[in-house]
């Protein structure tokens, strides 16, 4: 297994379904392949069914929460989402530096971006750091910034076309979380 060809840098981003999805999908074939994964969830702190599943891959997959259990909006962003986020890319350098992983998923960073939890120099500093150094870094969430497109090797946008949100259908377990 070579692993020489790791570093490039992936955003999944749009209004549409599946972008932590794509992901963690990536991170299961990756794993597959004995690769070492570590996913950093920004804004999330809910026992979801990636997490518990993700739990049972074992030594080669982590997934660490930097966030609160209720959903953030932009009203409702504070202090303590702001210290939470950057724990979480704090804990995300240090992985890099002492861990190395083959895969790392920084989930929702760009909703954390976005909602100015994090300061897009900070992250564009941080993958302008690592990027190329053996480690492929996905970007999940909607609204990337438009500085983390242009750095990015890979760009997919999920576009909804309907979704059964719109007809106030709550999120459900096994499916959304």
Known sequence: MTKKHLGKVH???GDGKGKTTAALGLALRAVGRGYKVVVIQFMKKQETGELMA???LGPNLEIHQFGREEFVTTEEASEDDKKLADKGLKFA????AEQKPDILILDEINMATHFKLLSIETVNKFIDQWRGKGTEII?????????????????TEMKKVKHYFDENIEAREGIEY
């Open 11 to 13: 955003i999944y981003t």
């Open 54 to 56: 993700l739990e049972k």
């Open 93 to 96: 350098q240090q992985v890099m």
């Open 139 to 155: 970007l999940t969430g909607q609204k990337a910034h438009r500085d983390l497109r242009e750095r990015a090797d890979l760009v």
